[in-house]
């Protein structure tokens, strides 16, 4: 094993060792309105995050395996903008930047991880959902603190095990130039480009580890839902049925906004006149997308809306104690 890592180490080393972005062109006129927009999203991303946080760490009304998962969602968001917003106001304020190739990789590997586990976060959130309404009054036999620490540990061990093993493919590539990337962070295909060895066994691992982590989590999650949807057409009166579709209306938003931006980025073609749209939205499920889900769930939520208040006006509701206080 050591010498596999050695080996793979010595042949990166080899490469080439600088990366230059060309981000976006002709903003003289506008980039530092730009760069003021992105900074502001980047801080109100971080402290939304960390907000939600803090509520469910402090919050006794929030203990609860939903919030649980929510948590994690936020980490995973936060490690996202961070890896990728603030090389990307580099890029904006100085047009062109660089970045070294083990930067360029590690960049490409966090964001892989946060991706991945973003994806088995979703589906977990969508099966304690639908214990939630389809199995009432099994959920919190089900739904322990034991099962939400297995399932978000496994969510993020298979993310870091997957990503990894990719990188260390990439890691494995010959980079002989050219060295510059017409995007504005290291994603796996603009990387792969710049290859000058047979990528093809690359791109079909990365297609086939894409089947664990989007494909089956997505179709899990049109499952969960197609049980929720059908349990909640049974219930009589309409106000349960409100009531009921009101505890996954958050989450079913933000499933619908990062899988259809990465839908929509990934089925456009990959040509020059694309370019600008393919950059669009890799902004959009890259930076505003982790600052949309914190206000989903907090403006959409009346638990946590009544957390926030409680933590501003009435300290005794909250309780400075582990956050899985999960019955």
């Not at 050219?178 to 047979?198: A, M, Q």
């Not at 959409?300 to 006006?313: E, Q, T």
Request: hydrophobic fraction near 50%.
């Amino acid at each position: 094993m050591f010498i596999f890592f050695k080996d793979t180490w010595d042949a990166f080393k080899s490469n080439v060792t600088t990366i230059y972005f060309l981000g976006f062109h002709n903003l003289d006129n506008c980039k530092y309105l730009l760069f003021t927009l992105l900074l502001l999203t980047y801080c109100v991303t971080i402290l939304g995050n960390l907000l939600i946080i803090m509520l469910v760490f402090f919050s006794r009304m929030l203990h609860s395996p939903m919030y649980f998962f929510l948590t994690q969602l936020s980490i995973s968001d936060i490690m996202l903008t961070t890896d990728i917003a603030p090389n990307m106001l580099n890029i904006v304020l100085h047009e062109q930047a660089s970045i070294t190739l083990s930067g360029c990789i590690a960049q490409l590997y966090i964001f892989g991880f946060s991706e991945a586990s973003e994806c088995l976060l979703l589906t977990v959130m969508s099966y304690d959902r639908y214990l939630a309404i389809c199995s009432p009054l099994h959920y919190a036999s089900i739904m322990n603190r034991l099962l939400c620490l297995k399932l978000v540990f496994t969510s993020w061990l298979l993310s870091c095990f997957i990503e990894l093993t990719l990188t260390l493919c990439i890691c494995n590539l010959q980079f002989c130039g050219p060295n510059t990337i017409d995007h504005f962070f290291c994603d796996f295909n603009p990387v792969v480009e710049l290859s000058c060895s047979d990528v093809s066994i690359v791109q079909i691992e990365a297609s086939l580890m894409c089947i664990p982590v989007i494909v089956v989590p997505f179709f899990m999650i049109l499952v969960s839902y197609t049980y929720i949807v059908s349990t909640i057409v049974k219930i009589s009166s309409f106000s349960g049925r409100l009531k009921s579709f009101s505890t996954c209306s958050s989450h079913l938003t933000v499933v619908f906004i990062f899988y259809g931006t990465l839908i929509a980025m990934y089925m456009l073609p990959n040509d020059g006149q694309s370019q600008w749209i393919n950059k669009t939205l890799a902004m959009f499920y890259t930076v505003f997308t982790p600052l949309l889900n914190p206000f989903i769930y907090s403006l959409r939520n009346k638990d946590i809306k009544d957390a926030l208040k409680n933590c501003v006006f009435n300290k005794k509701y909250y309780d400075p104690k582990p956050l899985v206080k999960i019955k």
